[in-house]
């Protein structure tokens, strides 16, 4: 069971999606849900691999430029930094 409350007065209703068959204090029950939410890495710790294709952006629309990106490729030959954001 986890300590974690919604704020008094949030209405979680009015961000949830009607259909959707789980509420936050579901989630907040949820072990597997939970985890997700802690970083469960140290640095120096090696990072987690994966690929995807390329996209260029630069015209404000998304186009593939025909080209994978491969984490272990890429840091077999030099070091990589990985910045993740959220940009709304």
């Given at each position: 069971?986890s300590d974690t409350?919604?704020?008094?007065?949030?209405?979680?209703?009015?961000?949830?999606?009607?259909?959707?068959?789980?509420?936050?204090?579901?989630?907040?029950?949820?072990?597997?849900?939970?985890?997700?939410?802690?970083?469960?890495?140290?640095?120096?710790?090696p990072a987690f691999?994966?690929?995807?294709?390329?996209?260029?952006?630069?015209?404000?629309?998304?186009?593939?430029?025909?080209?994978?990106?491969?984490?272990?490729?890429?840091?077999?030959?030099?070091?990589?930094?990985?910045?993740?954001?959220?940009?709304?």
């Amino acid at each position: 069971m986890s300590d974690t409350k919604l704020p008094e007065g949030f209405d979680w209703r009015r961000i949830t999606p009607e259909d959707s068959p789980r509420t936050p204090e579901d989630l907040f029950e949820d072990l597997n849900y939970l985890n997700l939410s802690k970083a469960d890495l140290s640095v120096g710790d090696p990072a987690f691999l994966f690929s995807g294709e390329v996209y260029d952006f630069s015209s404000g629309r998304k186009e593939s430029t025909g080209e994978k990106f491969d984490l272990e490729t890429r840091f077999r030959h030099k070091p990589v930094a990985l910045i993740f954001g959220s940009y709304t």
